[in-house]
């Protein structure tokens, strides 16, 4: 699954799986990736997915848009592609990239309530009202391999689901000032410092190198 990751200043600030045939960019809180920030036009740009190409497309913005150093009005996107938008930019990872970030209720649920039943009353209904009020942890996880190599992950939610959905996918939940990792879906688990860590819930420690779904990432806090 082909993804794309906006950036600042080489940080990464939000990565998003091409799920939707069309993602809007923009200043307008409306839009799928908001970037309030001077130069961004209310709706900037969109990035179309059909099943055979995703292609970025500037809409009359002010400032334009420029793609690999050059303006760029409407592109088909391929490989590692870096779209300049004013102070941020947008990089396409094509489908080999090996790190994919999933938004998965079902999956959040499980992972919850196998690791914090004691929080709340068992219903997945309250699930995402369960860290409410605790304060996260300061962490990343940075890319070691494969087409995002490098890339920086900030670890802003309380839960965030990693790996390869059908294949293998674990959470990572930032809580109570530690962040744990979990497995929940798969036949093979997750690697921490090349030790297989099963269906325990590991709690990470800064340093530590997660290999899952065919991608090393290492952990920083």
Do not use: W
């Not at 082909?2 to 950036?7: C, G, K, N, R, V």
């Not at 923009?26 to 839009?31: A, C, E």
């Not at 099943?51 to 409407?74: A, F, H, M």
């Not at 297989?196 to 190198?209: C, E, M, R, S």
Request: net charge negative; glycine share 8%.
């Amino acid at each position: 699954m082909a993804t794309i990751i906006l950036a600042k200043d080489g940080i990464a600030l939000q990565e998003l799986p091409l799920l939707k045939t069309r993602i809007t960019i923009g200043r307008r809180t409306y839009n799928d990736i908001v970037i309030d920030a001077p130069g961004i036009s209310a709706e900037h740009a969109v990035i179309v997915t059909t099943p055979s190409e995703s292609y970025y497309e500037d809409l009359d913005s002010t400032n334009g848009s420029r793609l690999n150093g050059q303006p760029v009005k409407r592109h088909v996107l391929q490989g590692r592609d870096v779209i300049e938008l004013a102070t941020h930019t947008i990089q396409y990872c094509a489908n080999e990239s090996a790190y994919e970030a999933v938004a998965s209720p079902a999956l959040t649920s499980a992972a919850i309530q196998h690791q914090h039943a004691d929080r709340f009353s068992g219903n997945p209904a309250d699930a995402d009202s369960a860290f409410d009020g605790i304060s996260l942890s300061l962490a990343l996880i940075k890319m070691l391999n494969g087409p995002g190599k490098g890339t920086e992950i900030p670890l802003t939610k309380a839960l965030t689901t990693i790996g390869r959905p059908g294949a293998q996918v674990a959470v990572l939940t930032n809580a109570s000032n530690e962040v744990s990792l979990t497995h929940v879906e798969g036949d093979v688990y997750p690697v921490v410092n090349g030790v297989n860590i099963g269906l325990k819930t590991q709690v990470l420690k800064t340093g530590d190198v997660i290999h899952l779904s065919g991608t090393e990432m290492m952990f920083l806090s």
